[in-house]
């Protein structure tokens, strides 16, 4: 159980005139697992109580149903992963996409079941298969729009060493929106390399790349336009692990789908670092810095404008008895757009106290 106090002077990061937003949450929530020899099962079950006041007023309840299960047998492999999210597209996409999207609720199912098969100890076979599907309260009236996204990979991985692994898969996505008055679908296969490689215990790195060959189709209002276009996605990452730290830095581009109905190629540079001060004490740092801008054109014509955005949060937790826990952080967020005459800006404070009960634990 948890509770927060939440100051914004710019929530919407618009350049329109604007007050600062004021808010209180209150999230309860129950994490359980299970496991077995071969059977694992981890899920949760938590709410966000939020009530907003000031430049947005507005009362709303967050969900989060995570899920995830894994079954293993001698060379198989079974998991899934997915689950119901309820948030607000300022708290979920906008992390996800690096845009800004309309202050509302936003519905999300993920399916994402997964099999691996091991042919020999060091070469195996994996596929993915991949379900989304989005909706908007009052989307319409916002200007966002419904959608759904099918996918799946299939390919192989192969341990080289004790600390190098290579993956290659071939890749599909199929987007579609379900309720715009202008329609689009959208699909782009692909392929992807992958390689994984262990320097230390502590130190690793991960990198990524490949094509996509997007083909789009808008219809609506007796008119239909059709695209065609191959983007290279890619990604690379460095963990480092120390004794009393870590650092991890990213970068990484991808194509996602997007509350306005379009695809969105996001490019992103990252870095998350955190220490231990000492055994209750812990800080850390959080940036981030995207470069959006629109794979499949706007239903009404034309492309989205390119955006930035940029945001730096450094928190302090104190985990000052067994089943306490304060936190405090401040996020400063950087936001431009090719048709604003400068860059907005907003400044976040929040303040938050946990309470984690004493865990019941149940063995055979």
Do not use: C
């Not at 996409?97 to 060091?122: A, C, D, H, Y």
């Amino acid at each position: 159980m948890s509770t927060k106090a939440y100051y914004n002077d710019n929530l919407l990061l618009t350049p329109s005139p604007h007050d600062p937003t004021y808010g209180y949450w209150i999230s309860p929530g129950v994490e359980f697992a299970g496991k077995t020899e071969r059977l694992e099962v981890s899920g949760k079950t938590a709410l966000d109580l939020v009530d907003y006041y000031g430049d947005v007023k507005d009362r709303f309840t967050n969900v989060f149903l995570p899920l995830t299960m894994k079954y293993r047998t001698e060379r198989d492999e079974w998991g899934f992963t997915g689950g119901f999210t309820r948030d607000n597209t300022l708290m979920g996409e906008l992390l996800t996409t690096g845009i800004v999207l309309r202050f509302t609720q936003r519905n999300l199912w993920n399916l994402n079941p997964s099999w691996t098969r091991m042919i020999t100890e060091k070469f195996g076979f994996q596929s993915t298969f991949q379900f989304s599907d989005a909706s908007y309260q009052d989307g319409l009236r916002l200007g966002l729009v419904d959608y759904q996204v099918f996918g799946g990979t299939a390919g192989f991985l192969y341990h080289l060493t004790e600390r190098d692994d290579v993956q290659i898969v071939g890749t599909y996505t199929n987007f579609h929106t379900t309720n715009a008055p202008f329609g689009l679908r959208a699909y782009y296969p692909g392929a992807m390399l992958s390689v994984i490689h262990s320097f230390t215990e502590g130190l690793k790195a991960t990198a990524y790349g490949g094509p996509r060959v997007v083909s789009s189709t808008t219809q609506g209002g007796g008119f239909s336009q059709k695209t065609n276009d191959t983007i290279w996605v890619y990604g690379a990452m460095l963990t480092q692990q120390f004794e009393r730290a870590s650092l991890q830095l990213s970068v990484t581009r991808d194509i996602v789908p997007s509350g306005f109905g379009l695809l969105l190629q996001t490019d992103r540079i990252g870095a998350l670092t955190s220490y231990n001060l000492t055994d209750t004490l812990t800080a850390s740092l959080d940036a981030s810095g995207y470069i959006v801008s629109g794979v499949t054109s706007q239903a009404q014509g034309g492309t989205l404008p390119e955006q930035r955005l940029f945001y730096l949060t450094p928190k302090l937790a104190w985990h000052f008895s067994e089943w306490w826990r304060t936190e405090v952080s401040y996020s400063y967020n950087w936001r431009d757009v090719e048709t604003f005459n400068e860059p907005v800006m907003s400044n976040t404070l929040i303040i938050m106290l946990t309470y984690y009960p004493p865990k019941l634990a149940i063995s055979n």
